[in-house]
Nanobody
Framework: QVQLVESGGGLVQAGGSLRLSCAASGGTFSTYGMGWFRQAPGKEREFVAAISWGGGVVKYVDFVKGRFTISRDNAKNMVYLQMNSLKPEDTAVYYC????????????????????WGQGTQVTVSS
C-alpha cells in the first residue's frame, strides 16, 4: 500500500508558476510509474503527466507540453510537477498517483494504470 500526499497548490495569477510536490510512503516507490491527473469542476478527471519508474521517460498531455515538467527523486520518495505559464483553464484539483509497477513510459498512462491516488491539491489560476 502506497500513501500519497500532495502539496504546493494555491492561487496564482495567469502567467505565474507553481510547483506541486507529492510525498510517497508505505511502499516500494522506486518501482512505480508516477503520474498527475487533474479534475476541474463538472469535468472528468484527466491525465496531465507521467514518469517512468526509473525517471527516464516522461509523458504529457498536449495542452501542458512546454509548460509543465514532471520529475521524481527516488531517494526522497518524491514526485514533482513544475507548472509554468499557468492559464485560468489550468484551474483544477491536481492528483498525484502511483502505478503501474515498472511503468516504462512507452505506452499510454490512463486511470486504469493507477493503483494509488493522493487526496489532491487545489490549483486556482486567476485571469
Amino acid at each position: 500500500q502506497v500513501q500519497l500526499v500532495e502539496s504546493g497548490g494555491g492561487l496564482v495569477q495567469a502567467g505565474g508558476s507553481l510547483r506541486l510536490s507529492c510525498a510517497a510512503s508505505g511502499g516500494t516507490f522506486s518501482t512505480y510509474g508516477m503520474g498527475w491527473f487533474r479534475q476541474a469542476p463538472g469535468k472528468e478527471r484527466e491525465f496531465v503527466a507521467a514518469i517512468s519508474w526509473g525517471g527516464g521517460v516522461v509523458k504529457y498531455v498536449d495542452f501542458v507540453k512546454g509548460r509543465f515538467t514532471i520529475s521524481r527523486d527516488n531517494a526522497k520518495n518524491m514526485v514533482y510537477l513544475q507548472m509554468n505559464s499557468l492559464k485560468p483553464e489550468d484551474t483544477a484539483v491536481y492528483y498525484c498517483c502511483a502505478g503501474p509497477t515498472y511503468y516504462t513510459g512507452y505506452y499510454a498512462y490512463t486511470k486504469d494504470n493507477v493503483k494509488f491516488w493522493g487526496q489532491g491539491t487545489q490549483v486556482t489560476v486567476s485571469s
